[in-house]
């Protein structure tokens, strides 16, 4: 059984930095594509950040480019999103997923087959 669990959110003043981690069970993470999603309130969730099976290809959505780093560790089972100079409009449940049969770093929701429960990340002004 395929888990994921993401920790490291909290409650932050803008201009401050998170480091969200992701940590995968029940199957390695080495051979699929993992990525971040984000949902706010009454919003759909929404592509933040992905990356495929070797760690060299990542993309990320207009908003955060620049501020936010995935990275992997593929000893650890684990990805990260750093997230940098952290605005209001960052705030949402930030999500983990993994692809379920593809290498292949995506950003359409609909690619990705296992999510984790999510991690509250607060940014005040």
């Known amino acids: 059984q395929v888990q994921l669990v993401e920790s490291g959110g909290g409650l932050v003043q803008a201009g401050a930095s998170l480091r969200l981690s992701c940590a995968a069970s029940?199957?390695?993470?080495?051979?699929?594509?993992m990525g971040w999603f984000r949902q706010a309130p009454e919003k759909e969730r929404e592509f933040v950040a992905s990356?495929?099976?070797?760690?060299?290809?990542?993309r990320y959505t207009h908003s955060v480019k620049g501020r936010f780093t995935i990275s992997k560790e593929n000893a650890k089972n684990t990805i990260f999103l750093q997230m940098n100079s952290l605005k209001p409009e960052d705030s949402a449940v930030y999500y983990c997923?993994?692809?379920?049969?593809?290498?292949?770093?995506?950003?359409?929701?609909?690619?990705?087959?296992?999510w984790g429960q999510g991690t509250q990340v607060t940014v005040s002004a």
């Open positions: 997923a993994m692809r379920s049969t593809s290498g292949t770093s995506s950003y359409r929701v609909d690619e990705y087959d296992y």
């Open positions: 029940g199957r390695t993470i080495r051979d699929f594509a």
């Open positions: 990356i495929n099976w070797t760690g060299g290809v990542t």
